[in-house]
């Protein structure tokens, strides 16, 4: 199923937007946002959903959807799967069970009203919500023996640029210097990110200083050939944020993620205007509508949701073709060390998806679940190619059959 939100014509050769417009109406938003994301037209008979379980072993959470038909998805949950699987036990896997998964797309819909369940609207439920998406997804991929990115769009890149953080606040700006330098080193990336102020601190920095010093520190060590993201992590109010701000553009950083309180909308917005540099928002959202609020008022110009908080792949797919319409790139962040896994398949399928993508922890201690195993390589990981999550089965089985069932 290709549609014109599928179009790669307002994309330049080298993966860049064209002009952002200024005129899109809130009805094409819409319009975007309600396109059906979902392709299976490759399945012609009913996969009925007859079990889900969620299992624990060396340090990951994997739950695994099996049909009744005989076929299998697996995917992998956070960490936060230790606090939250009572909900998706209680109130979002009953929903799922005796379903046809080739309704995915209307079962998202379905399961956010089943039980009430719309009263514990937050990342918590969709979470949940995204760990029973990415098992279904990774079962229908493997019925049709094709990566997940082939039912969201189609595939249209293989590997995918990254930059590399520490997220470190208790480190002097040369601490911090040398550990970045380290992870360049390590992976090839042309491309940084630190932390500035104090996280949610109300203008405090983490250590006197810091953040100015690291800021102009930064560029004079690391060169002008490097890119330079800033995290705020919602430490400051409009005007100490613009400070700042006007500092990352004085070293032509890339872009300024999230400088006001997530939650603090108007007054990100009112940052935005005052800058230049490119401002990303969206890591706690999880709310479509409040999406369409950030990309319609141009509070943000990088659309930053997370693939779990804010309930897997078909609901970020309808930000990212909002997100398209107005010229904006899309560039998830990423929880848990299997995040970055979710990050490259969407990256796989969606046009406007940012020039970088985060190197999260996790690659070298689940790349035993892939053949090949993953890796980072000149700056960049390669999209995983077989069927599905593109997981190896014979090693992901092998650490079930020793696993603990949860739920």
Same mark, same amino acid.
């Given at each position: 199923?290709?549609?014109?939100?599928?179009?790669?014509?307002?994309?330049?050769?080298?993966?860049?937007?064209?002009?952002?417009?200024?005129?899109?109406?809130?009805?094409?938003?819409?319009?975007?946002?309600?396109?059906?994301?979902?392709?299976?037209?490759?399945?012609?008979?009913?996969?009925?959903?007859?079990?889900?379980?969620?299992?624990?072993?060396?340090?990951?959470?994997?739950?695994?959807?099996?049909?009744?038909?005989?076929?299998?998805?697996?995917?992998?949950?956070?960490?936060?799967?230790?606090?939250?699987?009572?909900?998706?036990?209680?109130?979002?896997?009953?929903?799922?069970?005796?379903?046809?998964?080739?309704?995915?797309?209307?079962?998202?819909?379905?399961?956010?009203?089943?039980?009430?369940?719309?009263?514990?609207?937050?990342?918590?439920?969709?979470?949940?919500?995204?760990?029973?998406?990415?098992?279904?997804?990774?079962?229908?991929?493997?019925?049709?023996?094709?990566?997940?990115?082939?039912?969201?769009?189609?595939?249209? @890149? =293989? #590997?995918?640029? &990254? $930059?590399? !953080?520490?997220?470190?606040? /208790?480190?002097?700006?040369?601490?911090?210097?040398?550990?970045?330098?380290?992870?360049?080193?390590?992976?090839?990336?042309?491309?940084?990110?630190?932390?500035?102020?104090?996280?949610?601190?109300?203008?405090?920095?983490?250590?006197?200083? @810091? =953040? #100015?010093?690291? &800021? $102009?520190? !930064?560029?004079?060590?690391? /060169?002008?050939?490097?890119?330079?993201?800033?995290?705020?992590?919602?430490?400051?109010?409009?005007?100490?944020?613009?400070?700042?701000?006007?500092?990352?553009?004085?070293?032509?950083?890339?872009?300024?993620?999230?400088?006001?309180?997530?939650?603090?909308?108007?007054?990100?917005?009112?940052?935005?205007?005052?800058?230049?540099?490119?401002?990303?928002?969206?890591?706690?959202?999880?709310?479509?509508?409040?999406?369409?609020?950030?990309?319609?008022?141009?509070?943000?110009?990088?659309?930053?949701?997370?693939?779990?908080?804010?309930?897997?792949?078909?609901?970020?797919?309808?930000?990212?073709?909002?997100?398209?319409?107005?010229?904006?790139?899309?560039?998830?962040?990423?929880?848990?060390?299997?995040?970055?896994?979710?990050?490259?398949?969407?990256?796989?399928?969606?046009?406007?998806?940012?020039?970088?993508?985060?190197?999260?922890?996790?690659?070298?201690?689940?790349?035993?679940?892939?053949?090949?195993?993953?890796?980072?390589?000149?700056?960049?990981?390669?999209?995983?190619?077989?069927?599905?999550?593109?997981?190896?089965?014979?090693?992901?089985?092998?650490?079930?059959?020793?696993?603990?069932?949860?739920?």
């Amino acid at each position: 199923m290709v549609t014109k939100y599928n179009d790669l014509s307002y994309l330049h050769l080298d993966g860049s937007l064209t002009t952002p417009r200024s005129n899109v109406a809130i009805a094409e938003l819409d319009e975007a946002c309600n396109a059906p994301v979902l392709d299976v037209s490759g399945i012609s008979s009913p996969v009925i959903i007859e079990s889900m379980e969620m299992f624990f072993n060396n340090g990951l959470y994997f739950l695994r959807t099996r049909s009744k038909d005989g076929s299998e998805g697996i995917a992998v949950a956070s960490e936060r799967a230790d606090y939250l699987h009572p909900l998706l036990k209680q109130l979002i896997i009953p929903f799922f069970i005796g379903k046809d998964a080739r309704d995915l797309e209307k079962l998202l819909e379905g399961v956010y009203v089943y039980d009430n369940n719309y009263k514990l609207s937050g990342l918590a439920l969709w979470c949940c919500i995204s760990w029973v998406e990415a098992s279904i997804l990774d079962l229908l991929g493997r019925i049709v023996e094709k990566p997940i990115g082939a039912l969201l769009g189609g595939v249209i @890149r =293989s #590997e995918v640029p &990254i $930059y590399v !953080a520490s997220g470190n606040r /208790g480190t002097t700006p040369e601490e911090e210097i040398e550990v970045l330098q380290r992870r360049m080193a390590d992976t090839g990336a042309k491309a940084v990110k630190f932390k500035v102020g104090g996280r949610m601190s109300k203008n405090a920095d983490s250590i006197e200083g @810091r =953040s #100015e010093g690291l &800021i $102009y520190l !930064a560029r004079k060590t690391l /060169g002008d050939a490097i890119d330079i993201h800033a995290d705020g992590n919602g430490s400051y109010d409009p005007a100490v944020a613009i400070e700042y701000g006007k500092m990352l553009e004085e070293i032509n950083a890339f872009f300024y993620e999230e400088p006001c309180p997530f939650e603090h909308l108007e007054d990100t917005k009112e940052v935005a205007d005052a800058l230049a540099i490119p401002l990303a928002l969206g890591e706690q959202e999880t709310s479509l509508r409040r999406f369409r609020w950030i990309i319609d008022n141009d509070a943000a110009q990088v659309v930053q949701p997370d693939l779990q908080y804010n309930g897997g792949f078909i609901r970020n797919t309808r930000i990212a073709r909002m997100a398209a319409l107005k010229g904006m790139p899309v560039t998830p962040h990423i929880s848990s060390g299997f995040g970055y896994v979710y990050v490259l398949h969407f990256a796989s399928y969606i046009p406007n998806i940012g020039k970088y993508q985060e190197n999260k922890a996790g690659v070298k201690e689940t790349s035993a679940l892939f053949a090949p195993p993953m890796e980072v390589k000149d700056g960049t990981i390669a999209i995983p190619t077989e069927p599905g999550l593109g997981m190896d089965y014979i090693a992901v089985n092998s650490i079930l059959r020793k696993a603990h069932r949860i739920c």
